[in-house]
């Protein structure tokens, strides 16, 4: 049961313009979500995240947004840039465990 | 270097037999995590170590998976009597607090 989908497995976009990401999420307990980026031969890094008392994150060209009664959010990139090509995860948490739930990725392509 | 550290990069090992995958942590992160990722799916969390006491081991699948941490330092998973279904690659992360902040490059477990 997959708790946490990136529906989409790639994403191309051209550079300057917005990248958008999406990530769904099943389970309702979820209050805290993050979007971490992976470069090849390299393990994620945490970018930014969210906790469900809010709808919107904003860090420099970094923007999530999240709609609780959807169960959705995205992370936005403007403007995207080559050094934005990566593997983007989203993952949740729900309530006070340490436990992340992560979805498949999405590899975003910036194109010069 | 200043990230985290894992090692062996990859490990070959015959079903039954037991391994040990270690991780170094950025110096001065007092929490760490350790994951695993099998072939199409989603980071699996397994266990949290805050210092070298583990309050959270829910993610453990079985009771051959153990993992310790040497003071705020080094962790070693070690995997006893090692099934196929254990081929993963295995992420250890690294942070000050929550959430796992950075990753290493992980450890890609093949049992034969």
Redesign the interface.
Known sequence: DQQVKQNSPSLSVQEGRISILNCDYTNSMFDYFLWYKKYPAEGPTFLISISSIKDKNEDGRFTVFLNKSAKHLSLHIVPSQPGDSAVYFCASRGGSNYKLTFGKGTLLTVNP | GA??SQSPSNKVTEKGKDVELRCDPISGHTAL?W?RQRL??????LI?FQGNSA??K??LPSDRFSAERTGESVSTLTIQRTQQEDSAVY?C?S?AS?????????TRLTVV
């Not at chain 2, 199409?40 to 969390?45: A, C, N």
């Not at chain 2, 929550?98 to 992980?106: D, V, W």
């Open positions: 990230g985290v995590y994951y199409g799916q989603g980071l699996e969390f949290y309050p959270d829910s993610g992420l992360a942070s929550y959430p796992p902040a950075f990753f290493g490059q992980g």
